[in-house]
């Protein structure tokens, strides 16, 4: 019996795959365009437009890169406030998420940057929740990704610098400087290290923003690559819908993976920070 | 005119090169996850620890493929 009953769901789904493959295929004969070619135009998603109109964007217009970035930090509130409101012994749903958020988080400042880091935990695991949830709000199809842009993440990373820099100055005055001399290195060459050390510590703003806001934009243009392509494929406009779930997945990882990224690297230069000697 | 034709089609060459750039970090980051793999199964209870320090070793060597995509960027919308 359950086996009937298993082949018979199996029969229905195949029957439904088939049934939309055919709807797609022609709806796409349909409704092709006039001009069927490349017109592809991966970029215009990341255009910021004002929200209530008007050509000009001044500094406090509300755009649709500040709606998301609103809708993110509301659903954060969302999942670590209200999840955590019942705290049961056995729990639910939200509160097991907001719980492994946080367990997550904190294992890794404790980690990596060290147990009396602990002190800057909360920082940490803002920014971190913040990213998480603004690159998978901006994987709803039609929404806006606020971290695909190098504006928003230069903002995020210069806080990160600009803070570990001062932190590193005032907890250990000049030995902060220790951390460009290589001790262990011969004498000769600690000057040429220094500056090797140096330039690549001023260069670490530019690499953290930019590795966020590239794989975030690369990831979107390629799905909007793969979409365009279906115009010039005719018959077979439907391949790009398996090409596109394909890197769609990827980009659910990479979401996740380039804010750990972008965490555990803040954990590093914390650690920096707080002990500078090399 | 002319050298101005030249100096766009300078540019595109000078980002495509760039772009060279980028499947090298893309080889260094291979690397890096395959040496882990291969240390990985060598001895699997050491694995778990060892997975920050394989997204640090990542990071660092995409951060290289970056400056080559920045330059590109920079070489088709800023100069």
């Known amino acids: 019996m359950a086996e009937q009953s298993a082949n018979q769901t199996g029969g229905i789904a195949k029957v439904v795959f088939f049934a939309v493959l055919a709807l797609v295929v022609i709806s796409g004969l349909l409704f092709a365009p006039e001009h069927v070619g490349l017109a592809i135009h991966p970029m215009d998603q990341f255009e910021i437009k004002a929200l209530f109109g008007g050509e000009r964007l001044g500094t406090f217009t509300p755009t649709n890169e500040t709606l998301w970035m609103a809708l993110a930090v509301v659903a954060i509130?969302?999942?670590m406030v209200l999840g955590t409101r019942g705290r049961?012994?056995?729990?639910?749903?939200?509160?097991?998420v907001a719980e492994m958020a946080y367990g997550f988080v904190y294992k890794m400042v404790e980690d990596v940057a060290g147990k009396d880091a602990i002190k800057y935990f909360p920082g940490i695991m803002t920014l971190f929740m913040f990213i998480v949830f603004a690159n998978f709000l901006g994987l709803i199809p039609m929404s806006f990704a606020p971290t695909s842009h190098i504006a928003v993440t230069v903002v995020l990373a210069g806080l990160v610098f600009f803070f570990v820099t001062i932190l590193g100055f005032v907890k250990n005055g000049a030995g902060f400087l220790g951390l460009f001399w290589v001790s262990s290195a011969p004498m000769a060459l600690r000057p040429v290290l220094a500056l090797i050390e140096l330039i690549s510590y001023f260069v670490r703003p530019v690499s953290h923003s930019i590795r966020l806001a590239g794989n975030v934009m690369a990831g979107h243009a390629v799905i909007k690559v793969f979409a365009g392509f279906a115009g010039a494929l005719g018959l077979f406009s439907f391949l790009p819908i398996l090409a596109i779930s394909a890197v769609y997945a990827l980009e659910v990882l990479v979401a996740f993976i380039q804010a750990y990224v972008f965490t555990i690297l803040t954990c590093v230069y914390l650690k920096d920070a707080l002990h500078p000697s090399h | 005119m002319e050298l101005v034709a030249a100096a766009a089609l300078g540019k595109f060459i000078g980002a495509g090169l760039a772009a060279i750039g980028s499947g090298a970090a893309a080889i260094g980051v291979g690397h890096v996850a395959g040496n882990f793999l291969s240390g990985a199964l060598r001895n699997p209870s050491a694995a778990a620890g060892q997975t920050a320090t394989l997204f640090i070793g990542i990071a660092f060597a995409e951060a290289?493929?970056?400056?080559?995509?920045?330059?590109?960027l920079l070489l088709m919308f800023a100069v």
């Open chain 2, 64 to 72: 290289l493929g970056i400056f080559s995509f920045l330059v590109a």
């Open chain 1, 88 to 96: 049961a012994v056995v729990p639910s749903r939200s509160q097991s």
């Open chain 1, 77 to 79: 509130v969302l999942v």
